[in-house]
């Protein structure tokens, strides 16, 4: 068999595995013995002519959903019955396919967000068509990023600030939280760069950090934004890769609290915590960063609480998720994980998932995944960026 043949049949046995793990999932509406034998008949020729086959409506939302379900190292995956489906995948056929991406981008934004009852979302555009570039992508890690420069702001920004400011972006300043413009490629060539939240900064909702008994944190104005958007991972569903298909669900406040806001490569602030409660930071033995890190978390909860904004603390997501796999396990499905990451970086050992193992096979056919960036080696003035 040539390659091509290999791969239309990788693609087949890759659908094949997809309605074949839908089945097993009786309360949802799986498609019966005979209606997935005649579905994959047809995509059986939809590939022998296209080379591809486009998902129902239906397989397009179910599939988003068991992505969510199989990603080894999410800790919310509990909720993944409730992920609201955005079908984007014409919108690139439009004329004037930037405004309206942005448009269903903005409008993802806001109603995720729901005034702070946040939704998980995922907005699917375009899938990959063997042989071509890809239609749309976007360069930026998450829709809502602070970047980096020297010395100020988020350190894990740098390349990409250094990249955006190499293609013309300039910044109003170049603060701590200076949010990162938006840039597309289109069928893998650089789009204009937008910084849509410079003209309408509302659209950034962001959660100013108190402390619940020490008044003196806030004059140390850390804050961070509400909805984490992962806009550039690709989602596969049967095969069928979707290259760019942003998503959302809520915080859990260890990623702000125990990592973005702490790390030493990030925004490393635990010892100006500990100076506001005036502990002695010369010795590392009287745990001040241990201190530091359980009231910066105390303070990060404290406040979306108080902001009204839905966030999960590594305590409520670690039992919600210790149940639903007790529960899948009684359907007899196992759900798959990576101890690493659904251990929370902070007090792992009180949470269920420190005392249990995970199967960490990663499920090829159904899953969300990384792609290597369009933007790292893209150069506007030279040759054709394609990575095919
Ligand atoms: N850890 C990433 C961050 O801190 C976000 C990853 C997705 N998190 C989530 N709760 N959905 O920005």
């Known amino acids: 068999m040539n390659s091509e043949a290999n791969q239309q049949e990788a693609l087949i046995q890759e659908a094949a595995a997809f309605l074949a793990s ?28 296209t080379g591809t086959y486009v998902h ?25 019955k409730s992920l609201e489906v955005r079908d984007c995948r014409e919108l690139h056929t439009e004329e004037n396919k930037e405004e309206r991406t942005i448009e269903a981008l903005k409008s993802h934004m806001v109603d995720a967000f729901r005034d702070g009852k946040i939704k998980s979302v995922v907005s699917v555009f375009a899938p990959r068509i063997p042989g071509q570039p890809d239609p749309v992508r976007m360069a930026n890690h998450q829709l809502i990023r602070y970047a980096g420069f020297d010395g100020a702001g988020d350190p894990d920004s740098l390349t990409i600030t250094a990249h955006f400011l190499r293609v013309g972006w300039k910044p109003k300043e170049q603060g701590d939280f200076t949010p990162l413009p938006w840039q597309f490629f289109w069928d893998e060539w650089p789009g204009a760069v937008h910084d849509v939240f410079h003209h309408q900064p509302e659209l950034i909702q962001e959660v100013h950090l108190t402390h619940p008994e020490n008044p003196a944190f806030e004059a140390l104005k850390l804050k961070w934004y509400a909805l984490p958007v992962l806009s550039d991972l690709a989602l596969k569903i049967g095969g069928i890769v979707y290259p760019f298909a942003p998503f959302n669900g809520y915080y859990m406040g260890t990623e702000i609290g125990a990592r973005n806001l702490a790390d030493t490569g990030r925004y490393n602030a635990l010892e100006a915590v500990a100076n506001c409660f005036d502990w002695d930071t010369s010795d590392d033995r009287t745990l001040w960063k241990d201190r530091a890190l359980v009231e910066l978390n105390r303070a990060v909860l404290h406040s979306f609480d108080q902001a009204g904004i839905s966030i999960g603390d590594h305590h409520n997501l670690g039992a919600n998720f210790e149940s639903f796999c007790q529960h899948e396990s009684g ?25 249990r193992d995970y199967d960490n096979t990663v499920c090829e056919h159904t899953n969300f995944f990384y ?6 080696e893209a150069k506007p003035s030279s040759g054709c960026p394609f990575h095919l």
């Not at 839908?22 to 005649?38: F, I, K, L, V, Y």
């Not at 007090?347 to 269920?352: A, D, E, L, V």
């Not at 792609?371 to 790292?376: C, K, S, V």
């Open 371 to 376: 792609q290597p960036t369009l933007w790292e």
């Open 56 to 80: 129902t409506a239906r397989e397009l939302e179910f599939g988003a959903r068991l992505a969510w379900k199989n990603s080894n190292r999410c800790i919310g995956r509990h909720l993944w």
């Open 331 to 355: 359907e007899n499905r196992v759900v798959p994980g990576d101890w690493t990451w659904l251990n929370p970086p902070l007090s792992g050992p009180q949470t269920p998932q420190f005392h």
């Open 22 to 49: 839908w089945r097993a999932h009786p309360n949802a509406q799986p498609p019966s013995d005979e209606e997935c034998s005649n579905r994959l008949e047809a995509i059986r020729v939809q590939i022998a002519k």
